[in-house]
């Protein structure tokens, strides 16, 4: 099947705290999973990567770890800021597939306080 | 982002025909139409590549897309529903197959 799930659905951490964004998927033939990051009036923007020959993808405050064995992967935003609140989503790309067709996790809504 | 330029960004519509618009000054070669409902995540309506429809992901056919030039879609919308009120993005990348979509800011569709 192709789904992704992703959990809390919201989540609420103290300024400076590390957030922690959970994603699982069923279709092993995934092979690309991106984060977007969106704000409220916004479309969706690409913040993070990582391809299934990687288990680890960092780039600032962000970090993906990925599980190819349990079909999982997290979002880690260390030291949060409050304008990291925003909804992000979990994204999937079909290795098959001959163009880019995304399938998107539900997303988590994320509010970081001050 | 003001490289993908969409408009109108807001439209509110009885039982009425409209156009949404779309333009990419990326210099992309595909483009996509997809919807986004109240708390839902995106879904993919249509996409192009270099002007040709290749992918109809079973929307109801009062939505009828058009690409006119490699850099512009339009999206037109006959007989709205309510079931339609929700946010279209627009979205490009580079090729068909590139795993990076940029979105536009969206057109805003309440349908009353």
């Known amino acids: 099947q192709q789904q992704v799930r992703q959990s809390p659905q919201s989540l609420t951490v103290w300024e400076g705290e590390t957030a922690i964004l959970n994603c699982s998927y069923e279709?092993?033939?995934?092979?690309?999973f991106p984060w977007y990051q969106q704000f409220p009036g916004e479309g969706p923007a690409l913040l993070i990567s990582i391809s299934s020959v990687s288990d680890k993808k960092e780039d600032g405050r962000f970090t993906i770890f990925f599980n190819k064995r349990e079909k999982k992967l997290s979002l880690h935003i260390t030291d949060s800021q409050p304008g990291d609140s925003a909804t992000y989503f979990c994204?999937?790309?079909?290795?098959?597939?001959?163009?880019?067709?995304?399938?998107f996790g539900q997303g988590t809504s994320l509010s970081v306080v001050p | 982002n003001t490289k993908i330029t969409q408009s109108p960004r807001y439209l509110i519509l009885g039982r009425a025909n409209k156009s949404l618009e779309c333009e990419q000054h990326?210099?992309?070669?595909?483009m996509y139409w997809y919807k986004q409902s109240a708390e839902k995540p995106p879904e993919l309506m249509f996409l192009?590549?270099?002007?040709?429809?290749?992918r109809n992901e079973t929307v109801p056919s009062r939505f009828i897309p058009e690409c006119p030039d490699s850099s512009k879609l339009l999206l037109h919308i006959s007989a709205v529903d309510p079931e339609d009120s929700a946010v279209y993005f627009c979205?490009?990348?580079?090729?068909?197959?590139?795993?990076?979509?940029?979105f536009g800011e969206g057109s805003r569709l309440i349908v009353v």
């Open positions: 990326l210099g992309h070669n595909a």
């Open positions: 979205a490009s990348s580079h090729r068909v197959s590139g795993n990076t979509l940029y």
């Open positions: 192009y590549n270099l002007k040709q429809l290749i």
């Open positions: 279709d092993s033939t995934f092979n690309y």
């Open positions: 994204a999937a790309r079909l290795a098959s597939s001959s163009f880019s067709k995304l399938v």
